[in-house]
């Protein structure tokens, strides 16, 4: 109820990146202060009825995380971690640090609960990230990897960059989230292909299986696939053995929006999250896992602004859900909700 009638009015008055980073720095002093730490932790944490569950062969305390794109250089996961997160995904991390597409690159669409992102992986790199993670962090709290390629990384090297920040972060993270789908790094997606995926993803299999402890390695797909390429991606999925995919990425759809088209245009390019993709998304969930199955692990993203976006997720196949968006709406309320779902 704080962050819907105070908080979030402010945060709403600044620039998004910047009342991102204000957000994060005021979570940060609130937990070292002893009485709004302690009130913190108790306000947010999701209850008795908060369910774990076990995928992967990883015990999640919940099934609520982070989506990725929030902390990108695991600088605050461990603070994040306070509100009541079973999860939380770190990254995207590149092998060499990179500043991103030029700012303004984020904008919110509050009409339609929504927010439009070019950020273009903007991180400080994966031997930074690695710096960071050696430190340790919060008991029982799993921690995923999302990794991705630098934007001037051609397409047919691209398989070194993935392979560069698994190598990099293997020892430091519980699962690994391939990162091929976002559409603020040109002509990323194409590596979503049938022949260029499997070439990819093979590799980083060969790499994991060859460690003395292999981690799970899913990959997030993108909600505006076709029929026949999520199949193609099933398929690989299943034949390499991947503990599963993560749905979905943001979309580069502006269907339906009720923000007027002369503002959206002014926006320009960038992927689509929040409450427009409360269809779409469980709608890739449920074909994938019409077609992985029940031994592959899903995990939910894309659309879920409120418990009930979550518990259609969970309906429709999921093992897990992320949030981001719901997050900057609804504030950490959301978790415990979650969580707390029958």
Not at 74 to 89: H, P, T, W, Y
Not at 267 to 276: D, E, R, Y
Request: aromatic share 6%; net charge positive; hydrophobic share 40%.
């Amino acid at each position: 109820m704080f962050y819907r009638l105070f908080l979030r009015p402010l945060l709403f008055l600044m620039p998004a990146e910047r009342a991102h980073k204000f957000t994060l720095t005021l979570l940060k002093i609130s937990l070292r202060i002893p009485i709004f730490g302690a009130l913190l932790k108790r306000t947010y944490s999701p209850g008795k009825r908060a369910k774990g569950i076990e995928r992967m062969g990883l015990k999640f305390k919940n099934r609520v995380g982070l989506a990725a794109g929030f902390d990108k250089d695991g600088k605050a996961f461990r603070d994040l971690a306070s509100l009541g997160f079973g999860f939380v995904e770190i990254g995207t991390v590149t092998p060499e640090p990179q500043i991103g597409n030029p700012t303004p690159r984020l904008f919110r669409l509050p009409k339609d609960q929504a927010v439009i992102n070019r950020m273009g992986f903007n991180n400080e790199g994966a031997k930074a990230l690695w710096g960071r993670l050696v430190k340790g962090r919060p008991k029982n709290l799993i921690l995923g990897g999302n990794i991705g390629k630098n934007k001037t990384t051609p397409n047919e090297n691209a398989v070194e960059d993935y392979l560069r920040c698994m190598t990099t972060l293997h020892s430091l993270v519980d699962y690994f989230t391939v990162n091929m789908s976002s559409p603020n790094t040109p002509n990323l997606r194409e590596l979503q292909d049938k022949e260029p995926l499997r070439i990819i993803l093979q590799t980083l299999v060969d790499f994991n299986q060859s460690t003395p402890h292999p981690k799970p390695i899913l990959l997030k797909i993108a909600p505006d696939l076709s029929e026949g390429q999520l199949d193609d991606i099933a398929e690989i999925v299943k034949e390499l053995n991947l503990a599963g995919v993560v749905a979905t990425n943001t979309t580069i759809s502006r269907e339906g929006l009720r923000t007027p088209e002369k503002v959206v245009t002014s926006i320009g390019n960038g992927g689509l999250s929040g409450a427009p993709l409360k269809k779409v998304s469980p709608h890739i969930v449920a074909h994938m896992r019409k077609k992985l199955g029940k031994d592959f692990t899903i995990i939910g993203v894309g659309g879920i602004m409120t418990a009930g976006d979550a518990q259609r997720m969970f309906e429709a196949g999921a093992d897990l859900v992320q949030i981001y968006t719901g997050l900057i709406y609804r504030g950490p309320s959301l978790i415990s909700e979650i969580a707390d779902l029958d």
